[in-house]
């Protein structure tokens, strides 16, 4: 079965740079969601997305942004990236609706800002 | 405000053993979920088992099942016949309503042979 695709697996930075981080959800599923997992953390909340619109917003900086596209993938642009954005970014999508909207993860974009 | 606590950073078990993660939550709602995702050094967040809160029967999937007590708002995971491939970090998990999860800070489980 296909799953939550990222892109791409990782990701290298120098300070104040900007990155994009790529996410295709599972086919059908009209919801995605972006957490940040630091180094020994649980993953934090950070946006998410429901038919391209965001439905609801954790502690994402300003510099961060994200978007859903028509055909559901999601993106999201960090920019002037500071050491303390090195972190495994996930990727989760869901159906509303089904199961109350079990997430199902991607295999996380891991960024690394020098 | 929802929060998830998991009291033990880390755990070992014997190979074959069964283990007992455990998990408290805070919530004022009367009906949600509750799920245990396992994160193995690969890194991949993996939905290991679900509860139901207005279910009373606690969720079952093959080795791994999950003692409910809603009223203290615990959430245990235990893992029956251990195995190698089950040595990973697992975070019990409580979606709120509008579906942001909300994870606990998660327990290292080691298997040993």
């Known amino acids: 079965a296909a799953g939550v695709i990222q892109s791409p697996r990782h990701l290298i930075k120098e300070k104040r740079e900007t990155a994009t981080l790529k996410c295709y959800p599972i086919?059908?599923?009209?919801?995605v969601y972006w957490y940040q997992q630091g180094p020994g953390q649980d993953p934090q909340f950070l946006i998410s997305f429901y038919e391209k619109m965001q439905s609801d917003k954790g502690s994402i900086p300003d510099r961060f942004s994200a978007q859903q596209f028509s055909d559901y993938h999601s993106e999201l642009n960090m920019s002037s990236l500071e050491l303390g954005d090195s972190a495994l970014y996930f990727c989760?999508?869901?159906?509303?609706?089904?199961?109350?909207?079990?997430?199902?993860f991607g295999a996380g974009t891991r960024l690394s800002v020098l | 405000a929802q929060t998830v606590t998991q009291s033990q950073p880390e755990m070992s078990v014997q190979e074959a053993e069964t283990v007992t993660l455990s998990c408290t939550y805070d919530t004022s709602e009367s009906d949600y979920y509750l799920f245990w995702y396992k994160q193995p050094p690969s890194r991949q967040m993996i939905l290991v088992i679900r509860q139901e809160a207005y279910k009373q029967q606690n969720a079952t999937e093959n080795r791994f099942s999950v003692n409910f007590q809603k009223a203290a708002k615990s959430f245990s995971l235990k893992i029956s016949d251990s195995q190698l491939g089950d040595a990973a970090m697992y975070f019990c998990a409580y979606p709120n309503r509008d579906d942001k999860i909300i994870f606990g800070k998660g327990t290292r489980l080691h298997i040993l042979p």
């Open positions: 086919p059908r599923h009209d919801t």
């Open positions: 989760a999508s869901s159906l509303q609706g089904e199961g109350k909207n079990i997430q199902y």
